[in-house]
């Protein structure tokens, strides 16, 4: 006998072998109906696969992310066996589940797949959900494995078989489809009810730009065909939000591949909405007494090597910068934290003088692959609202809060009410890709479960995402249309302080090590924006919007009025534009509706003999006429009240 300890504490006895699906069946039938797949000691089973030691478990449902994963991971197989039968000789690549569904590449040879080809593919896989395939897991020698995918072929599986270690190679089958695959997976396709192929790209062979070119497929499954069509208004919905088309429409940034690839340029509207939310969190901090330091574009290669950085992510970089001096190689600036530990290191530090809270808006360069370039949320050059607090480690828990109250402001000032908070905690077997003792890691993931208690803030714990120098807390935000994002992140670090040396002088005069705590609000200006402009869909608040008042003349006549009118809200920090443009007043006031302006003032002969403006709130229509004046009090009032809320 085994024993199976549940979430809530509870423990039951099962026989050594007993599947995830068993352990459902013998709670209720109706969970053994819904129940996708399980957690095993934090790792994700197949129900069929046995549990042969003690274990903690949990079942997953479609609501649970790892539910979700075995449900699209699934799907992805479906595709691809409906592809192996309707082109003959087809080579595939890989096939995972992702955050909203999964993908396949696969080569095709000379053969196309465009996006009139999908629905083609779709009826295929219906068809075959239809035959209720077993989906069946098996180990096999690696020898095996190479002669089996060899024999037909598969030279793409065959080279990922090539790196693998034996023993540890499992297959999935399921008709008469063989994928090489660690899983994992639904024990049928009977549950798969809905499907929708999403879009055809190109995508280079393992992420390498010198590799084949291949074709990419995404899709979505679902249980029910009513959460399918729920998700196609959704991505609708989307579509109207993305911010590379209302950043367009509000002239905020652009991009020239002249300038480069995912370098995005701001344009003086988003240059001045970026400044705001700068100051916005700049008030907040001098709050919390932290100091503004600038650190340069580039550093010393020897500066990432002492920190770590280098080994784990030098290929990821840019390439190094030669100087004229021999030897002499610099990086663009791929982090901060680097460069603020230098700034600690320049002073004698006593335990008086901690913590040392130093903030910077510094902006790093990290490569992307062109492929995964999108808009604003994944660039080669972003700024980010960096902070790295230096405290004595019976103070990390105290800054931790501190920190979470900074991001709590940041989401409510935002309007983010629906977020989900995330502990990240080193994988419980291979720590081969942390840097640290155990000592330190232990009292750093200790610090922060204690805090999200002390707060009341339930976070899922997730093992293996913890950065390489220690544990973090991030935040999931959800959009307006249900989406997640990641933003804000707090870390834990006690390896920089170790690998540069750091020392503060304690109160018995003795020389000790300081606890870095990397902080990051917004995450990055770029991201945040992003998802600024999707989550309100432009509609920024009011004391953020780039335009907060259009000002129009019903004619050419009251043009000089509205220019009056225009200077005066000047006075008050209002930020106006006035539509000078030979068009009827109609027009004007659709067309800046459509630029997402919250007020209009409608001027014409009457407002001019009154000094008086007729008041239009976006969404809301006509708000009647008042005197100029007032309408600069009341709207200054309306600003001061959001801002004097943080």
């Known amino acids: 006998m085994i024993k199976i300890t549940f979430p809530d504490g509870s423990v039951r006895e099962y026989n050594e072998g007993v599947t995830g699906l068993q352990i459902a069946e013998s709670i209720s039938s109706r969970l053994a109906q819904d129940v996708l797949a399980c957690g095993v000691n934090g790792e994700t089973y197949d129900l069929g696969r046995p549990i042969m030691q003690d274990a903690e478990v949990v079942l997953y449902k479609w609501e649970d992310e790892q539910g979700k994963h075995a449900f699209w991971h699934t799907s992805a197989h479906l595709l691809a066996e409906a592809l192996q039968e309707l082109y003959p000789g087809i080579q595939f690549g890989i096939g995972p589940a992702i955050e909203n569904g999964f993908y396949y590449d696969v080569d095709l040879g000379e053969t196309t797949i465009k996006e009139a080809d999908l629905p083609v593919i779709e009826k295929k896989m219906a068809e075959l959900v239809a035959k209720k395939e077993a989906v069946v897991r098996q180990d096999i020698a690696k020898a095996d494995a190479l002669k089996m995918f060899g024999d037909r072929g598969e030279t793409y599986k065959c080279e990922l078989i090539s790196e693998l ?8 089958t399921q008709g008469a489809f063989t994928d090489l695959c660690r899983g994992p997976h639904l024990m049928t396709t009977a549950p798969i009810k809905a499907i929708k192929l999403t879009s055809v790209a190109g995508a280079y062979w393992r992420g390498q730009e010198d590799r084949k070119m291949m074709t990419r497929i995404y899709g979505i499954t679902f249980p029910k065909k009513k959460m399918l069509d729920e998700y196609l208004v959704l991505l609708e919905e989307a579509k109207k939000r993305d911010h590379r088309k209302i950043g367009k429409e509000m002239d905020l940034f652009m991009f020239s591949d002249t300038v480069g690839k995912g370098l995005p340029m701001w344009l003086p509207k988003g240059t001045a909405l970026r400044i705001r939310l700068q100051d916005f969190l700049r008030r907040i901090q001098a709050r919390y007494d932290y100091q ?9 290669k020897l500066l990432y090597i002492t920190s770590g950085h280098y080994a784990k992510y030098g290929k990821d970089s840019f390439q190094p910068i030669h100087t004229p001096e021999e030897g002499e190689e610099y990086f663009l600036k791929p982090m901060n934290c680097p460069h603020h530990c230098m700034i600690y290191k320049n002073s004698p530090r006593s335990y008086k003088d901690l913590p040392l809270r130093l903030a910077e808006f510094g902006t790093v360069c990290r490569y992307e692959q062109s492929g995964e370039l999108h808009g604003l949320t994944r660039v080669r050059s972003f700024t980010q609202d960096d902070a790295h607090i230096f405290c004595r480690p019976d103070q990390v828990k105290d800054e931790f809060l501190r920190v979470m109250d900074i991001i709590s402001i940041v989401f409510e000032s935002m309007d983010f009410e629906n977020f989900e908070a995330q502990i990240s905690l080193r994988d419980k077997v291979n720590r081969e890709k942390y840097i640290g003792s155990d000592e330190n890691w232990e009292k750093a993931e200790r610090a922060i479960i204690e805090a999200c208690e002390e ?18 807390l991030d935040f999931m935000v959800k959009d307006a249309i249900g989406r997640r994002w990641q933003l804000g992140t707090i870390q834990v670090d006690y390896n920089l302080p170790e690998r540069f040396q750091l020392e503060y002088t304690g109160a018995d005069n003795q020389k000790h090590r300081p606890v870095m705590v990397h902080r990051a609000p917004f995450g990055s200006m770029e991201r945040f924006v992003a998802v600024l402009i999707e989550h309100t869909a432009g509609k920024f608040p009011l004391w953020l919007t780039p335009d907060q008042v259009a000002i129009l003349p019903i004619s050419e006549k009251f043009n000089d009025y509205a220019h009056e009118v225009k200077q005066y809200l000047k006075r008050y920090d209002i930020r106006a534009i006035v539509d000078e443009r030979n068009e009827k007043i109609g027009r004007k006031i659709r067309d800046n509706e459509m630029k997402r302006i919250p007020y209009m003032l409608v001027v014409g002969e009457k407002e001019a003999e009154n ?5 239009r709130k976006q969404g809301e229509g006509d708000k009647g006429t008042m005197k100029f004046e007032e309408f600069a009090k009341k709207m200054n009032e309306e600003v001061q009240n959001m801002i004097n809320k943080w």
């Open 165 to 172: 270690e034996d023993g540890h190679i499992t297959t999935y």
């Open 292 to 300: 503004e330091v600038m650190c340069p574009p580039i550093g010393n």
């Open 455 to 472: 707060k009341g803030l339930k976070a899922k714990i997730e093992y293996g995402e913890a950065a390489f120098y220690g544990p973090k």
């Open 611 to 615: 000094k008086e403006v007729a008041v």
